[in-house]
Antibody, heavy 119, light 109 residues
Framework: QVQLQESGPGLVKPSETLSLTCTVS??????????WGWIRQPPGKGLEWIGS???????YSNPSLKSRVTISVDTSRTRFSLKLTSVTAADTAVYYC???????????WGQGTMVTVSS | DIQMTQSPSTLSASVGDRVTITCRAS??????LAWYQQKPGKAPKLLIY???NLQSGVPSRFSGSGSGTEFTLTITSLQPDDFATYYC???????????FGPGTKVDFK
């Protein structure tokens, strides 16, 4: 059974870069025909799609965040990462990673990790 | 950008009630819509994909319908475990960007 786990710093200073990793267990990012993505949720608010990477390594990102977002796949093919540059307090949120089979919604989610942007 | 709206934003209901949540897209998304349930402190859970397909393991009291710009999620007989927030999510294309609706909170009447 595939499981996803987010990891990374819980506190980031304004203007710095937020870096998170999602570790995939029970599957390989490149062995299956899936998309792997990042979604965030500010405290008390709704969900926002940040971006995704395909099984072949093609990346996609939210147009509103595109200039600040980098998503990449680790050479081990069992982890993928998110980098969000020039963060502000508005980037404070729970960050989730998730899997999406083609044609489906996001069917497997990590538990989420809270990231606070503060000096 | 494709904008998603949901109504109502909050719905007060009782166990056994039939509940309907509406989601509208600002332009046609065909049937590329999913519904999720989220409980406090937990990740969202996929309920419905491609507008009307029940995700494996999801109780049959949940159903989805619609296409184009208007969609509904129906719970035929609300159970205690169903009190949660529900989100719709369009995924027609990565170039358009994926977007979620603002959510509908189902709470106790």
């Amino acid at each position: 059974q595939v499981q996803l786990q987010e990891s990374g710093p819980g506190l980031v200073k304004p203007s710095e870069t937020l870096s998170l990793t999602c570790t995939v267990s029970g599957d390989s990012i490149s062995s299956s025909n899936y998309f792997w993505g990042w979604i965030r949720q500010p405290p008390g608010k709704g969900l926002e799609w940040i971006g995704s990477v395909s099984y072949s390594g093609t990346t996609y990102s939210n147009p509103s965040l595109k200039s600040r977002v980098t998503i990449s796949v680790d050479t081990s093919r069992t982890r993928f990462s998110l980098k969000l540059t020039s963060v502000t307090a508005a980037d404070t949120a729970v960050y989730y990673c998730a899997r999406r089979p083609p044609g489906f919604g996001m069917d497997v989610w990590g538990q989420g990790t809270m990231v606070t942007v503060s000096s | 950008d494709i904008q998603m709206t949901q109504s109502p934003s909050t719905l007060s209901a009782s166990v056994g009630d039939r509940v309907t949540i509406t989601c509208r897209a600002s332009q046609s998304i065909s049937s590329w819509l999913a519904w999720y349930q989220q409980k406090p402190g937990k990740a969202p859970k996929l309920l419905i994909y491609k507008a009307s397909n029940l995700q494996s393991g999801v109780p049959s009291r949940f159903s989805g319908s619609g296409s184009g710009t208007e969609f509904t999620l129906t719970i035929t007989s609300l159970q205690p475990d169903d009190f949660a927030t529900y989100y719709c999510h369009q995924y027609i294309s990565y170039s358009e960007g994926f977007t979620f609706g603002p959510g509908t909170k189902v709470d106790f009447k």
